[in-house]
């Protein structure tokens, strides 16, 4: 999607943070878009915050969560715009727990929205993509936690690692429709995350303990993040070039050098038997060609 005004985007949790950053750099390029958020003060204050957008925005309340209304909120988006080329699937919550720790609740809730979200998602909006054969592309919100984890944080961390694999397979699937696909991997942004419980829904009570202590430093800490305006414009880039990943912060290179070089530091030597040898070599012949029919 090398050229992008006048298409038209969805933007899951587009009313505050990362999201809101999205929806001012596609405004900015010409883009109408759609800002859904389950929140209404979010919605609001991005309403307010882009009243010179115009006709070019369009907002509703949707929680990715709800199959029913993501369907709804994909016919609105043809019936408001004609058509989506951009699904930026970027809802999403925390909770700072250890995974020994933490409830079913605690499990269904984070999945739903970070995993389930993106499901719902790419199932409501890809066909219509498909169908009007124009291209467009779909951006999952990562994290630098779908390649990171730690001792704490331990849903969210399971949920981002599957978003990562859910793009990357999806990637090799929409390529034959000239339609791109990018896993957008922030590390920390100055977002309203740290409010993730209010959006918690009541038949998931069952909370697990928290780190109180590390909860009440969220705010402070996020403050010190990157600002989404910024998070925004290089998901546009990355949108516009079709990268695999859109990384957006310098600073985790040593770490993920780390980490690769402890998984290959894993691997067996040793020898290959030929025809398991053959069989990779041609997966990997098919994967190179379809690599190089990719939309650029
Ligand atoms: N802030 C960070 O440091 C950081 C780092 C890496 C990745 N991320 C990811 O970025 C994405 C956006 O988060 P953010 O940091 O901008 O936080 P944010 O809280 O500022 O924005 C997230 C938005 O999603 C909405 N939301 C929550 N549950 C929803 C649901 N069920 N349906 C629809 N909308 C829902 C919230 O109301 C909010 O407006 C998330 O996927 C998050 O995991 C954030």
């Known amino acids: 999607m090398n050229e992008v005004a006048e298409k038209v985007a969805f933007i899951t949790g587009g009313g505050s943070g990362i999201g809101f950053g999205m929806a001012k750099a596609f405004l900015k390029a010409g883009m109408k878009v759609v800002i859904a958020d389950v929140r209404k003060d979010h919605l609001h204050a991005a309403a307010s915050a882009l009243s010179d957008a115009g006709t070019s925005l369009h907002l509703i309340q949707l929680d990715v969560t709800d199959r029913a209304a993501v369907a709804r909120a994909a016919d609105e988006t043809e019936l408001v715009f004609g058509k989506v080329h951009l699904l930026a699937n970027n809802a999403g919550v925390n909770l700072f727990a250890p995974l020994d720790q933490c409830t079913y609740d605690d499990w269904d809730w984070i999945l739903g929205v970070n995993l389930g979200g993106v499901i719902n998602g790419i199932q409501s909006f890809v066909p219509k993509i498909k169908r009007h054969g124009e291209g467009g592309h779909v951006v999952n919100t990562g994290s630098m936690s779908s390649f990171i984890s730690g001792p704490g944080a331990g849903i969210y961390t399971t949920s981002k690692f599957a978003v990562h694999g859910l793009t990357q397979s999806l990637r090799w699937s929409l390529a034959p429709y000239g339609i791109g696909?990018?896993?957008?991997?922030?590390?920390?942004?100055?977002?309203?995350?740290?409010?993730?419980?209010?959006?918690?829904?009541?038949?998931?009570?069952?909370?697990g303990p928290v780190n109180q202590e590390f909860v009440k430093r969220l705010?402070?800490?996020?403050?010190?993040?990157?600002?989404?305006?910024?998070?925004?414009?290089k998901t546009l880039a990355g949108v516009q070039r079709n990268a695999a990943y859109i990384f957006t912060h310098p600073e985790f290179r040593e770490e993920l050098r780390n980490i690769f070089d402890e998984i290959l530091s894993g691997l067996p030597e040793g020898d290959t038997p030929g025809e398991r040898m053959a069989f990779e070599e041609s997966r990997r012949r098919a994967n190179a060609e379809a690599k190089a029919r990719m939309p650029a």
């Open 219 to 233: 705010p402070e800490i996020h403050r010190a993040g990157m600002d989404p305006d910024e998070v925004g414009e």
């Open 181 to 207: 696909v990018s896993l957008l991997s922030p590390g920390l942004v100055r977002s309203a995350i740290y409010e993730s419980h209010k959006t918690r829904p009541p038949q998931f009570g069952n909370i």
